[in-house]
């Protein structure tokens, strides 16, 4: 599960910054080499989020290499 401060938007978490959406990127939020991938933005008072087509497909694609499943005892 994503960390405090990090949102689920349609189902993808991310990070807010004013009306602007960045990837979560898991282990990169505490380095400050680390380029935030803007994946588009989002407006709180109609609550619609406008997706970056080109940001969101590499970033995706980051996301599920990146998951490393977990089985229960």
């Known amino acids: 599960m994503p960390s405090h401060g990090v949102e689920i938007i349609d189902g993808i978490p991310v990070i807010l910054k004013g009306s602007t959406m960045y990837a979560f990127q898991h282990g ?3 380095t400050t080499t680390a380029a935030p991938i803007v994946l588009g933005t989002y407006d709180a008072a109609t609550k ?7 940001s969101l497909d590499a970033w995706v694609m980051a996301y599920r290499e990146g998951l490393v499943p977990q089985s229960r005892k």
């Open 28 to 30: 990169l939020q505490t």
């Open 48 to 54: 619609k989020a406008t997706w970056t087509d080109t």
